[in-house]
């Protein structure tokens, strides 16, 4: 019997090889591809204790207020997947990672009264190590579709400084929730920093939040509120109040009358 040629023989070595890397290859195309196309997160959710470039405000930038609160169970949930934890401080992707499951959130409601866009500075200080995350979106937070007006997350959980920017005259919301279903955290924190940020107020009663600072010619925030209201009533109202600060904040609302979203909070 024949035997075989040299190159063969040196090839049949390979064999079992090539055949194992053409399987590997192909349980690639089958399954990892179509997760990526329907936008499925295939990477390794962020470890909480990496380490994470941090910003912070630059100096002179007022202080808006400081929140404090816990998560302890008696607070509104979502039921789904929870953000992706990228690692990247300020990151404004919006990806679900997680099992689904009802996660307890606080929702704080801030408003920028400048004009012009306008960046966000966030301390944020956990007690709870990282069983918290935190988002920013506008105007508000949707429970149903929590992706939706997403501005921008620390990136990670536990104790951070991070950054984001918020369109002028528009409303936002930071929202902490916790990490997994059903978890909860005794006590965190968090400053914000920005030019023009108004407090308009915690959207969970029970939440303590400090009063917010202004510079001169910005006190008193045009939120958006009722509409209907006529400008002659805004007038009126703005007549009634003669601080100049106030005075320009309603100036800027009946601006923004033929819009129906804005009123002015004196």
Partial sequence: MNSLPPKLKLWSRFLPEVFLGLL?????????????????STARDYLPNSTATSTLPLQGTPLVTTVNDSIDGTEPTFTSQRHFRSGIPGDRRCQLFG??????????VFFNSSPISQKVSVGFTSMCLANTYMVAVSPQFNPNAICQ?????????????????????????????????????????YSVFGNGIVLVGPAKVGATAGSPRSTPGTSGACVPGRAGVSAYLWWLQCRRHRQRSHQRCCIHCISRLFHITNMCRL
Avoid at 25 to 37: C, D, M, N, R
């Fill in 24 to 40: 590997l290859l192909g349980l690639f195309v089958i399954i990892v591809l179509p997760a990526q196309e329907a936008g499925a």
């Fill in 99 to 108: 099992v689904v499951g009802p996660r307890f959130y606080d929702e704080v």
């Fill in 149 to 189: 007006g997403y501005l921008a997350g620390p990136g990670l959980s536990g104790s951070i400084n991070w950054e984001f920017t918020v369109c002028g005259n528009s409303q936002f919301s930071i929202v902490t929730y916790g990490l997994e279903p059903g978890v909860t955290c005794e006590k965190y924190s």
